[in-house]
């Protein structure tokens, strides 16, 4: 089983040919109102991808609470631990350019009143095999379910900030992009970055968009995964999506060289498709595209 402690939010996207510069109004071709977070995000994608997931983590009691709860349970992820609190549930605000790439701002709403573990959270990441983490809960929270023992810890450092010692020491995987993967480091050049972060975890994925992605572990294994070479629609939750398929790939035994084919074949069907969760593979999808790889 894996379980994820993280973030839910309503997406609201808008689709433009241009961002707008600042102080600049534009007309978007379409608005999409559409369940996601980063918690989310690598929930649905692990469940689609066949494993069994359960979700920890807050929503609002205002009126987007129950759709964020409904895409959850829809997509097999167990929703017990997600729990209702008062106020509005997180959001992104979201704007995709043609050919894909976005930007986003996420205002927490019910997240930031994530402390830790709590109810029967700490029992169920015990009893998982891996233990799913981003940063768009309180840091502090964060901390404290990286350091319930049993599931090996894999963290997407998004959004970017400093990480501190005390989650860096619970972390078995870290799973930045390149940007984010330079933030952490000062190191530029991916390369680097990924030999800097192997000073700070036991294994590390660096992913690069279209370039595909770079793995190493202190055991010396080096890797790169090229990407699969497709037509990009809409690049949110690319990563969320490589993430849960990783984890999956993983807690079913895949050596690294696999798994990565694997979390980079779900993450190239995402990108073909508008939206985050909307955009996640199924399991028989991976499996065909893999198969005529």
């Known amino acids: 089983m894996i379980s994820v402690f993280g973030s839910a939010n309503m997406d609201l996207v808008a689709y433009v040919a241009q961002a707008p510069k600042p102080g600049e109004t534009i007309t978007g071709r379409e608005f999409r109102t559409i369940p996601g977070g980063k918690g989310a995000n690598q929930a649905i994608a692990a469940a689609r991808a066949g494993a069994e997931v359960a979700f920890l983590g807050a929503v609002g009691d205002d009126a987007f609470g129950p759709g964020l709860r409904a895409a959850l349970a829809e997509a097999g992820v167990g929703v017990a631990g997600l729990r209702v609190v008062p106020g509005p549930s997180g959001v992104a605000h979201i704007v995709v350019q043609d050919g894909g790439d976005n930007s986003i701002i996420v205002v927490p709403g019910a997240n930031g009143a994530v402390t830790g573990p709590a109810g029967q959270d700490a029992e169920v990441i015990g009893r998982s095999d891996a233990l799913l983490l981003q940063l768009e809960l309180p840091m502090d929270a964060v901390v404290a379910a990286a350091h319930v023992p049993g599931a090996g810890v894999i963290l997407t450092p998004a959004p970017a900030v400093p990480l501190p010692a005390e989650l860096l020491e619970a972390v078995d995987l870290i799973v930045p992009n390149e940007h984010e993967a330079a933030a952490l480091t000062g190191r530029d050049d991916p390369r680097d970055a990924l030999e800097a972060l192997l000073d700070l975890v036991p294994e590390a994925v660096v992913t690069l968009g279209a370039r595909g992605a ?80």
Request: no cysteine; net charge neutral; charged share 25%.
């Open 214 to 293: 770079l793995y190493g572990s202190r055991d010396g294994t080096r890797l790169r995964e090229p990407a699969v070479p497709v037509r990009a629609v809409d690049t949110t939750a690319a990563g969320d999506t490589f993430a849960g398929a990783l984890a999956v790939a993983r807690t079913e035994g895949a050596d690294p060289a696999r798994a990565l084919r694997f979390a980079s074949a779900a993450a190239a069907l995402s990108v073909q498709r508008e939206g985050a969760s909307t955009s996640m593979p199924h399991r028989h999808e991976i499996d065909r595209l893999l198969e005529g790889l």
